[in-house]
T-cell receptor
């Protein structure tokens, strides 16, 4: 089982709709979770972090965390073409030295 | 505030050759990371430094990869000899201190091994 799993997509969403990105993780004791956005040919940039169960909202982005189900999601409301990118889920693992483990990323395309 | 700097941006070498990448983290950031990102995959941590000490190098292929961070600032990552499967983007990132803090990524070095 991979430490962090995401559906690689591509996920295609019409402009203005809600994009929903999902991620599961295997390390039950993980406490810190992150969503990075990576445009093609660019480096990852942090868009959301979440540490507690429930929802965390930041503008059009909402991160959701369910530690019991080992599940993290990212919702993007009112999707724009500029949201087209690969979204990387990352989990801070506590197995051995703490380190950030990334999923393979979900490629999101917003269609005008 | 200047971001993480990396050079070169692109490198093409033949297998069995050696190559080195350089990284300058954000000023004042104590923790520096090297990641390898193969096309279609997420970044994979190769090595993590805190100041000039190694915190984690469990995923660094030590038979061919080496890294150092002299004086706790700049860092170099070397591959010798390179293999075809080393073709990837090598990302350097830094954070202020703890690994839980936001990691800021540099632009990366795209390596192609022929």
């Amino acid at each position: 089982q991979k430490e962090v799993e995401q559906n690689s997509g591509p996920l295609s969403v019409p402009e203005g709709a809600i994009a929903s990105l999902n991620c599961t993780y295997s390390d039950r004791v993980s406490q810190s979770f992150f969503w990075y956005r990576q445009y093609s040919g660019k480096s990852p940039e942090l868009i959301m972090s979440i540490y507690s169960n429930g929802d965390k909202e930041d503008g059009r982005f909402t991160a959701q965390l369910n530690k019991a189900s080992q599940y993290v999601s990212l919702l993007i409301r009112d999707s724009q073409p500029s949201d087209s990118a690969t979204y990387l889920c990352a989990v801070m693992t506590r197995q051995g030295a703490q380190k950030l483990v990334f999923g393979q990323g979900t490629r999101l395309t917003i269609n005008p | 505030e200047a971001g993480v700097a990396q050079s070169p941006r692109y490198k093409i070498i033949e297998k069995r050759q050696s190559v080195a990448f350089w990284c300058n983290p954000i000023s004042g950031h104590a923790t520096l990371y090297w990641y390898q990102q193969i096309l279609g995959q997420g970044p994979k941590l190769l090595i993590q430094f805190q100041n000039n000490g190694v915190v984690d190098d469990s995923q660094l292929p030590k038979d061919r990869f080496s890294a150092e961070r002299l004086k706790g600032v700049d860092s170099t990552l070397k591959i010798q000899p390179a293999k075809l499967e080393d073709s990837a983007v090598y990302l350097c990132a830094s954070s202020l201190w703890a690994v839980e803090e936001t990691q800021y990524f540099g632009p990366g070095t795209r390596l192609l091994v022929l």
